[in-house]
């Protein structure tokens, strides 16, 4: 009879090993740093003596800088055409009559309130996870964390299709035209192939992100957005698919992008080291860990989004609502187009600071998050100040009634105070640390317990209007940059660092349990 193993004893000693193994690596890693330190010591102790410790400062700072830039730059272009796909296909639905944009409008804000905006804050979770895995050499992980998450957004996309063959129903239950609601419907239900693709498509980015792979991504944007234009002139003018074919088209798009991106995975000897193999048992592993940090990734991303949206929505309360609804529509549009720029920024010292902190360079980190307050600062100047120029003539691009040219000219202030307040909060969100969970929670005291009782209190008792709905989420983003301000301040960089190892050490773990 063959003698068998006691699970009672096999387990402890598997956990005794772990827990050795990983006192060991932590030991390596801390002398490693130690050492690092020392050096830097030594190196600023040389400088200070030779009266150079100022320029070596100043030559940090402007290479951490130039890094950024070069991350940035392609990720505020990738964010740019990746927004005008739905600004395409509604300018193509907007030749097809009034019913058919108002519904294809309706459809797409309600498709990202219940389904884009949530896969996307899932996908964000990469950004802690793989980039401080590529900063810490464990190459191998990269892939494998991306795989994981194409699986769990590719599952959670089931249950969001299921929501949106019910569009009619829900928007009617909501207190939309019923019309309206019946067009929106085909156009939701046309677009559920799409969060199939959107979900890889948002993984495949953050795995080209966070190992500085960058222009490929925009090589493949380009390219998707140009046949994009065609392909939705066809299929909404030609096909006799309508406002449907529009759908169809981000559908396609969608899937032209995570073609042109996965074969770059495919052949690219840039990929060779972090996509080792396709989908094995260790992609189906260790979802409980992602989902920790997937989840207030999440819930991040949507209780700021779905703020924006409630205040569309309230200003079909007030007097006048065709003209409240307009302005504040064109204000939301103006500032997500404004916001993709330090969102890029966000995504550069995102990647910055999971790298360091992944290889063990705490102050390297710091000095990351320093250069793109810096950077995004003067940004939201500049912009700020392009916003208040063309406040009188900005209007005129979205329509030719005076009096909604007039009500926006007096709006485009208080979106130039909300684009420098809201750029700062994109870059202390604070992805690189694996910080999602307690950005849900300021979010949720940002916007729910503070900004929008403040919005109702200002439009509804102080009848201050639509400015009113604008500036209680404009109360909201300050206090929110407020307590991320603070958050970043008084972070103790060693002790990311070392989470970082922990958190990579026990993503290795398991990796290597399954094999």
Same mark, same amino acid.
């Given at each position: 009879m063959d003698k068998q193993e006691n699970p009672s004893t096999t387990l402890p000693l598997l956990s005794t090993s772990r827990s050795l193994t990983g006192e060991a690596i932590e030991e390596g890693i801390q002398i490693e740093r130690n050492i690092n330190e020392f050096k830097h010591d030594q190196l600023r102790a040389c400088l200070v003596q030779q009266g150079k410790y100022n320029n070596w400062g100043k030559r940090v700072f402007v290479e951490e800088a130039k890094k950024q830039v070069w991350l940035a730059g392609p990720l505020i272009l990738v964010g740019l055409l990746t927004f !005008?796909? @739905?600004?395409?296909?509604?300018?193509? /639905? =907007? @030749?097809?009559?009034?019913?058919?944009?108002?519904? %294809? !409008?309706? %459809? &797409?804000?309600?498709?990202?309130?219940t389904g884009f905006s949530f896969l996307l804050g899932m996908a964000s979770a990469l950004e802690t996870i793989c980039g401080q895995s590529y900063g810490a050499e464990q190459y191998e992980m990269v892939g494998i964390h991306t795989q994981r998450a194409m699986v769990l957004l590719l599952l959670i996309s089931i249950p969001i299709s299921v929501i949106w063959s019910f569009t009619e129903p829900i928007l009617v239950a909501l207190g939309q035209n019923h019309d309206i609601a019946a067009e929106a419907a085909p156009y939701a239900q046309f677009m559920?192939?799409?969060?199939? %693709?959107? !979900? +890889?498509?948002?993984?495949? +980015?953050?795995?080209?992100?966070?190992?500085? +792979? #960058? *222009?490929?991504m925009l090589l493949t944007s380009g390219i998707t957005t140009l046949l994009h234009i065609l392909v939705c002139w066809l299929l909404v003018f030609k096909s006799g698919l309508g406002s449907k074919g529009a759908a169809l088209a981000n559908t396609i798009s969608y899937c032209i992008n995570c073609m042109l991106l996965a074969a770059y995975v495919k052949f690219s000897s840039s990929c060779s080291r &972090?996509? &080792?193999? !396709?989908?094995?048992?260790?992609? *189906?592993?260790? +979802?409980? $860990?992602?989902?920790?940090? $997937?989840?207030?990734? $999440? #819930?991040? /991303?949507c209780l700021e989004m779905w703020s924006f949206e409630m205040i569309v929505l309230l200003s079909g309360l007030l007097p006048n609502p065709a003209l409240e609804t307009s302005v504040l529509s064109i204000s939301l549009n103006t500032t997500s187009l404004v916001w993709v720029i330090p969102e890029g920024f966000s995504g550069a010292v995102s990647t910055r600071v999971s790298n360091e902190l992944g290889a063990g360079k705490p102050e390297a980190a710091r000095t990351a998050v320093y250069v793109v307050l810096c950077m995004t600062v003067s940004e939201s100047i500049v912009m700020g100040l392009i916003l208040i120029l063309i406040r009188n003539a900005w209007g005129y691009a979205y329509s030719s009634e005076m009096e909604v #040219?007039?009500?926006? $000219?007096?709006?485009?202030?208080?979106?130039?105070?909300?684009?420098? #307040?809201? =750029?700062l909060t994109c870059v202390l969100s604070a992805r690189g640390c694996g910080w999602q969970k307690i950005g849900a929670y300021i979010n949720l005291g940002s916007f729910y317990i503070v900004g929008l009782p403040v919005a109702i209190l200002l439009a509804f008792y102080l009848h201050i209007g639509g400015k009113g709905l604008w500036l209680g989420i404009l109360c909201a983003i300050t206090l929110q940059v407020i307590a991320f301000l603070v958050i970043t301040l008084k972070t103790d960089w060693e002790q990311q660092a070392k989470k970082a190892t922990e958190r990579v050490y026990e993503s290795k773990v398991v990796k290597e349990m399954v094999f």
């Open positions: !005008s796909l @739905h600004i395409i296909s509604l300018m193509m /639905v =907007g @030749h097809l009559g009034e019913l058919a944009l108002s519904a %294809a !409008s309706m %459809a &797409t804000s309600f498709a990202y309130v559920i192939p799409s969060l199939f %693709a959107y !979900s +890889i498509l948002q993984c495949l +980015i953050r795995f080209f992100q966070t190992q500085n +792979i #960058v *222009f490929p &972090t996509w &080792t193999s !396709s989908f094995s048992k260790a992609s *189906f592993q260790g +979802i409980p $860990a992602l989902l920790r940090l $997937a989840i207030p990734s $999440a #819930v991040m /991303v #040219v007039t009500y926006l $000219a007096s709006m485009m202030p208080l979106l130039a105070l909300t684009n420098f #307040v809201d =750029g």
